[in-house]
């Protein structure tokens, strides 16, 4: 079965940092994955996937990943995080039937 | 334009209640989804849906429905509703395929069950 992890519950940056939160995965077959920002009492939004192909992949609001293939990880990052980044995240798999999620980090950006 | 909307918003409701929470797209997109989410965030997929298939995940109790008048809408009925099924539940759709294809999210339906 096709899965996520997100090893981290919390993450903490200073606003200005820069900002990882991080993502493995367990696929069979090549994976699709992406990632969904939430924030409060709203529903997920898309922010990128990785298809095939570049193994850095851009995506919206100056968020990026990096995909690992040797280390089955797929890292969210961003050079300098912005208050309003503070947010839930979740990194997802999906194959041609359903898209499966991690558990989700909080990322608090502090002033 | 909203692309994914669900009505209602808050649903307060008591035991053993039946109801419906309706779904909509704009998106011209061919699949849709249902989706809880719990009091810790953790989201679970409950239905996927398209003209073609219904494919329903096991854990998911019969006394949820999945219901589907057109390809733009996909409610949810739930009958005799319990106290665990307190969460919100999201709405989603997508261009169908190899799975490549992202979701977008309806803002939500926050039940509550007393």
């Known amino acids: 079965a096709q899965s996520v992890a997100q090893p981290e519950d919390q993450v903490n940056v200073a606003e200005g940092n820069p900002l990882t939160v991080k993502c493995t995965y367990s696929?069979?077959?090549?994976?699709?994955l992406f990632w969904y920002v939430q924030y409060p009492n709203r529903g997920l939004q898309f922010l990128l996937k990785?298809?095939?192909?570049?193994?850095l992949v851009k995506g919206s609001y100056g968020f990026e990943a990096e995909f690992n293939k040797s280390q089955t990880s797929f890292h969210l990052k961003k050079p300098s995080a912005l208050v309003s980044d503070s947010a839930l995240y979740f990194c997802?798999?999906?194959?041609?039937?359903?898209?499966?999620f991690g558990a989700g980090t909080r990322l608090t950006v502090k002033p | 334009d909203t692309a994914v909307s669900q009505t209602p918003k808050y649903l307060v409701t008591q035991m053993g209640n039946d109801k419906s929470i309706k779904c909509e797209q704009n998106?011209?997109?061919?699949?849709m989804y249902w989706y809880k989410q719990d009091s810790k965030k953790f989201l679970k997929i409950m239905f996927s849906?398209?003209?073609?298939?219904?494919?329903i995940n096991e854990t998911v109790p019969n006394r949820f429905s999945p219901k589907s008048p057109d390809k733009a809408h996909l409610n949810l009925h739930i009958n005799s509703l319990e106290l665990g099924d307190s969460a919100v539940y999201f709405c989603?759709?997508?261009?169908?395929?190899?799975?490549?294809?992202?979701?977008?999210f309806g803002p939500g339906t926050r039940l509550t069950v007393t």
């Open positions: 696929v069979s077959g090549n994976p699709y």
């Open positions: 990785y298809i095939t192909g570049d193994n």
């Open positions: 849906y398209n003209n073609k298939e219904l494919i």
């Open positions: 989603a759709s997508s261009r169908s395929g190899r799975g490549t294809y992202e979701q977008y």
């Open positions: 998106l011209g997109h061919d699949t």
């Open positions: 997802a798999v999906r194959d041609y039937r359903d898209m499966r």
